[in-house]
């Protein structure tokens, strides 16, 4: 009887980061956006196009 390793298959996508970081490395934080995202069609905050209940 002979063992086999599993059948493997590879993400599809973009590989992951595998870097590894040094010891003094310090993480950055992230930043928030000081402007929320804006509606196309109407210029609103808070929803998008999709979403947005003016007519067209």
Do not use: F
Request: hydrophobic content about 20%; aromatic content about 0%.
């Amino acid at each position: 009887m002979t063992m086999l390793p599993p059948q493997t298959r590879l993400p599809s996508g973009r590989p992951k980061d595998k870097r590894v970081a040094s010891t003094g490395e310090i993480p950055t934080p992230k930043k928030k956006k000081l402007v929320p995202d804006k509606c196309g069609r109407c210029g609103g905050t808070g929803h998008n196009r999709t979403n947005c209940v003016v007519p067209i």
